[in-house]
């Protein structure tokens, strides 16, 4: 079965700084991989998705992720946060089929 | 503008009331999903509907039900059966390759 873990619950970081967001997932074949951002009380926006080619992938708001298989990991970056990215964070993984799971969220903090 | 729009944006409930929450898009996906958010819970997948006439329930179905009558409209029906329905609830349609887009949300609260 399918499962995705975001370890961390919570991240804090200061405004300009670095910023990276772990997912580890569980799936026996190649995965579809999603980051999506939520504000409070809001949907969720994708951010970006992993379906295959370039394990290197170009999200919107200047994020990036990075498929790494050996590690079974999908982290999301960003090389420097605005207090505007201030949201929970969310990774999901898809079989292609009929749906996908979600990982419980991180939330992200920025520090003026 | 597409999108996916979801009514009302705030609902109260009194115990032993069925209210349905409206999802509606105009994406032309054939696949609709409702999801129940919970403080550190996730996203938990409640039903999906992959055609017209047909559904399936995700993982958390009791106390809820669904219809999908056209292609784009799949409402939720909150039913007295569910214990504890106060929650924030995400409608999303879906692309092959599983990419969904969400709707605003509707939250639900019990009186």
């Known amino acids: 079965a399918q499962s995705v873990t975001q370890p961390d619950i919570h991240i804090t970081v200061s405004e300009g700084a670095s910023l990276e967001l772990r997912c580890n997932y569980s799936y026996g074949a190649t995965p579809y991989l999603f980051w999506y951002v939520q504000s409070p009380g809001q949907g969720l926006q994708l951010l970006l998705k992993?379906?295959?080619?370039?394990?290197l992938v170009q999200g919107i708001k200047g994020f990036e992720a990075e498929f790494k298989r050996s590690q079974s990991s999908f982290n999301l970056r960003k090389p420097s946060v605005h207090w505007s990215d201030a949201a929970e964070y969310f990774c999901a993984v898809g079989d292609g089929d009929d749906k996908i799971i979600f990982g419980k969220g991180t939330r992200l903090h920025i520090l003026p | 503008d597409g999108g996916i729009t979801q009514s009302p944006k705030y609902l109260f409930r009194k115990e032993g009331q069925n209210v349905t929450l409206s999802c509606e898009q105009n994406?032309?996906?054939?696949?609709m999903y409702w999801y129940r958010q919970d403080p550190g819970q996730g996203l938990r997948l409640i039903y999906y509907s992959q055609i017209v006439n047909d559904f399936q329930k995700g993982d958390i179905a009791e106390g809820y039900s669904v219809s999908r009558e056209k292609k784009e409209s799949f409402p939720l029906t909150v039913t007295s059966a569910q214990k504890n329905p106060t929650a924030f609830y995400l409608c999303a349609s879906g692309t092959i390759h599983n990419e969904q887009f969400f709707g605003p949300g509707t939250r639900l609260t019990v009186l």
């Open positions: 994406l032309n996906h054939d696949a």
């Open positions: 992993y379906f295959s080619g370039d394990t």
